[in-house]
């Protein structure tokens, strides 16, 4: 067997947590670090963070400690404030000390040469080629659902007017108020502004998997057109970041379209819930998520994917799965590829080493 993948994982959140004990298992990796942004979580034990068994190794806040490790790749998996642009210096910090990062934190970077911020960009390619190492970014939506998997679909495609990937979601489980609340909306009155609804926000927040699955086609992007809906819950939602009020938002619905040839050629879709009786008239699904796939052309395909069991499972534990696993069966291929931003793209499907058992 080849010698293990010095991994690190960065944050012991859902998704993190996930990846620690994923790591942990597998042969071909070695678990030799973990970062953790709270002061009481450093010095105790990675594995009881992630909730099982004592791994030996134990959890710290001291970055150059963790660089001073020499890992071979970092599983960079923080949320709220941490995420897209705020991590890039992170980024370029592990990058340049030849190491090479997989992300679920900044999904703008799931097609690199989209990225909102070129010069930020450019600052990752430099210490990536510096490093001779490689950044990958994935998750399941935007990763997988919105970009590799309709992709796939379209391999059996004559002709195309339009690809439509969509998710559905239950997301009582997320624990990150200011993301859920100040960022999407959540328990808040209509007439409050989220993030969301920053102009050209929607548009920036999924160009990327468009212009990937754009890039993939071998089609151009003129433009790509945002739109947001919220519906209001008529009783109180008990949620992992608080109560959700009557009369405040329980659902969130966003649109974005790539306009190819003067037509809405390439679709996101996603639709959020805090309960799943909450805008009854929007896309329902009775999993974790539901992912779908809608192409009309010749032949039209659609394809559906759900993730999780039914009603009375522990909500989201199989979305946090998949994305964390989308990075970490990755670790193999990016550490093996030239250096430089990867996207899905540049790497092969990304095969799940060591999954039986």
């Given at each position: ?49 992630a909730g099982g068994e004592p791994l030996g190794v134990v959890a710290t806040d ?180 608080g109560t959700i009020k009557a009369g405040t938002c329980g659902a969130v619905r ?48 659609h394809c559906v994917m759900t993730l999780g069991r039914a009603e009375g499972h ?44």
């Amino acid at each position: 067997m080849p010698v293990a993948i010095r991994t690190v994982v960065w944050s012991t959140g859902g998704v993190g947590a996930i990846a620690i004990d994923a790591a942990a298992r597998r042969p071909d990796l070695e678990l030799v670090g973990v970062w953790v942004h709270s002061p009481d979580k450093v010095g105790k034990d990675a594995g009881e963070l992630a909730g099982g068994e004592p791994l030996g190794v134990v959890a710290t806040d001291d970055a150059d400690a963790l660089i001073a490790l020499s890992p071979d790749c970092v599983v960079y998996a923080a949320s709220g404030p941490e995420r897209d642009g705020a991590a890039v210096p992170d980024y370029v910090r592990l990058l340049a000390a030849g190491i090479n990062v997989v992300s679920t934190s900044s999904t703008s970077l799931v097609y690199p040469p989209s990225y909102f911020a070129p010069q930020w960009r450019d600052q990752l390619e430099a210490a990536a080629e510096a490093g001779g190492v490689s950044f990958y970014a994935s998750g399941i939506f935007p990763g997988f659902a919105s970009d590799q998997l309709a992709l796939l679909m379209t391999t059996q495609s004559k002709s195309i007017r339009r690809i439509t990937a969509s998710e559905v979601a239950l997301n009582d489980h997320y624990p990150v108020a200011d993301v859920m609340m100040n960022g999407m909306g959540f328990g808040r009155p209509l007439d409050f502004e989220p993030m969301l609804k920053t102009p050209g926000f929607i548009e920036m927040a999924w160009k990327a998997p468009i212009f990937l699955m754009a890039d993939g086609l071998g089609v151009e992007v003129a433009e790509v057109r945002g739109s947001l809906d919220r519906e209001l819950t008529d009783r109180d939602i008990e949620v992992a970041f608080g109560t959700i009020k009557a009369g405040t938002c329980g659902a969130v619905r966003t649109r974005a379209a790539g306009v190819v040839d003067g037509r809405e050629a390439i679709v996101i879709e996603h639709v959020i819930r805090m309960a799943r009786d909450v805008a009854p008239d929007w896309p329902t699904s009775d999993s974790d998520a539901t992912y779908r796939v809608d192409i009309n052309g010749d032949p039209d395909i659609h394809c559906v994917m759900t993730l999780g069991r039914a009603e009375g499972h522990a909500a989201g534990r199989a979305a946090m799965t998949s994305t964390a696993m989308r990075v970490v069966n990755a670790i193999p291929y990016v550490v093996a590829a030239p250096s430089g931003l990867l996207s899905s793209l540049d790497i092969p499907t990304t095969l799940p080493r060591y999954a039986f058992g």
